[in-house]
């Protein structure tokens, strides 16, 4: 059948995106394996893509008649895949993902964007009700009365942001004695060393990482930051709702079918652990077309020769891509709170897995199918005919 297809697929991402030889070797740590690494890593992948992420469910499509045609080479069990991903070490897939982010740059990926940013985000993935005791990762949830009712996994996850493409860059997990803007700084650093400085062109974050501590690891980086501004910064917050709210907004402009005004000035004091000359504010408020009213303050250390409002307001709006396209997709389609096995290095591996599999698919199916004048497809008719591949089609013999 021509067309999109699990192979195709794995010939773009082997050839064109040069994953071949991470295939061959993720960083596979067993010391006998049996199974080649290369067919439990793609089964892995495809098997998220396909949204069939459980390790059970990769088990039967693998022992099915559809293991040809997702190219995967061997029949194992789900006891296969969760002793690799528990001795797979995570240096070599995360090497990965930046290579393909290095090389869908080279390919112009995002040459009509505008500003390449970094979105910083955190979320819980994988719940229980009672914690294993050899892992490090289990963050107890509390009721309102503050009763413990179960145990959740805390990452903060890294995202290209800016374009029509939201690719996921990297994660890192964080337990009970850390917090998530110190682990958004390991994060931020480790995609700088893997990225470069020149690749990204701001950091976008909410408002629980508008800390002096980040903000300054950002800029030790090199990447300027535009952050939420909330009540957790009381006496900026309210100079600059006392200001803007008695001016009349700067610019208007029509945002696709809503009316958004602008209000920004760049004279603000820093507070005091902040070691920044000045601090630049925007308020945005966005009015929609059935009446609602969003309203949103940022702060930045961009200046306004370098950035302009208006690109300023495209650069805080990007912060929503991944949580849409980030959170959303991920989690509801994608299996990444799914917790396959309850082991910290296998739900790391998992993790940095589902980065990889949405930015290979999303890289396949609005790049390269995206060739010429064929329409971009969306992601549920991609997985339709994916899905169309794995039935072999019966000829009845008519001699």
């Known amino acids: 059948m021509k067309g999109p297809s699990p192979r195709g697929l794995w010939n773009y991402a082997a050839r064109r995106l040069r994953l071949g030889g991470y295939f061959r070797a993720p960083g596979d740590g067993r010391a006998i394996p049996q199974i080649p690494a290369q067919a439990l890593l793609w089964s892995i992948l495809i098997g998220c893509i396909l949204r069939q992420s459980a390790f059970r469910a990769i088990e039967a499509w693998v022992n099915s008649r559809a293991r040809r045609a997702l190219r995967v080479s061997r029949v194992f069990g789900d006891d296969a895949l969760r002793y690799f991903t528990e001795h797979l070490r995570p240096e070599p ?60 996994h805390n990452l903060v996850l890294a995202a290209v942001v800016g374009g029509e493409l939201t690719l996921p860059v990297d994660v890192e997990p964080y337990g009970p004695a850390d917090s998530e803007y110190a682990a958004g700084q390991r994060l931020l650093r480790r995609v700088r060393r893997n990225l470069g400085a020149r690749f990204i062109d701001y950091v ?151 980065c990889l599999a949405l930015t290979l698919e999303r890289l396949y199916r609005l790049r390269y199918l995206h060739r010429g004048a064929h329409p971009a497809l969306n992601a549920i008719t991609l997985l339709r005919l994916f899905i169309l591949t794995l039935s072999a089609p019966a000829f009845a013999d008519s001699s």
């Open 93 to 152: 897939t995360r090497t990965a993902l930046a290579s393909v982010l290095h090389c869908a740059k080279r390919n112009k990926a995002f040459e009509d964007w505008h500003f390449v940013g970094l979105a910083l985000d955190g979320t819980t993935g994988g719940g229980r009700r009672k914690a294993r005791p050899d892992c490090g990762l289990c963050r107890p949830h509390r009721n309102a009365a503050r009763e413990i009712i179960g145990y959740r």
């Open 204 to 354: 976008v974050v909410d408002g629980e990482f508008a800390t002096a501590p980040f903000l300054h690891a950002a800029g030790e980086a090199g990447w300027p930051v535009v952050a939420r501004l909330k009540d957790n910064l009381p006496e900026l917050f309210q100079a600059a709702q006392r200001r803007f709210r008695s001016q009349p907004p700067q610019l208007c402009f029509r945002d696709g079918s809503d009316r958004v005004e602008l209000w920004d000035a760049e004279d603000f004091d820093p507070w005091d652990s902040l070691r920044w000359e000045t601090v630049r504010v925007l308020r945005y408020r966005q009015q929609k077309p059935e009446g609602e009213i969003v309203e949103a303050y940022w702060l930045t250390n961009l200046s306004s020769p370098q950035t302009s409002r208006r690109c300023l307001y495209a650069m805080a709006k990007s912060r929503w891509q991944i949580e849409n396209q980030g959170f959303n997709d991920a989690k509801n389609r994608y299996g990444l709170e799914h917790l396959c096995d309850h082991h910290p290095q296998s739900r790391l591996l998992v993790w940095l897995l589902t």
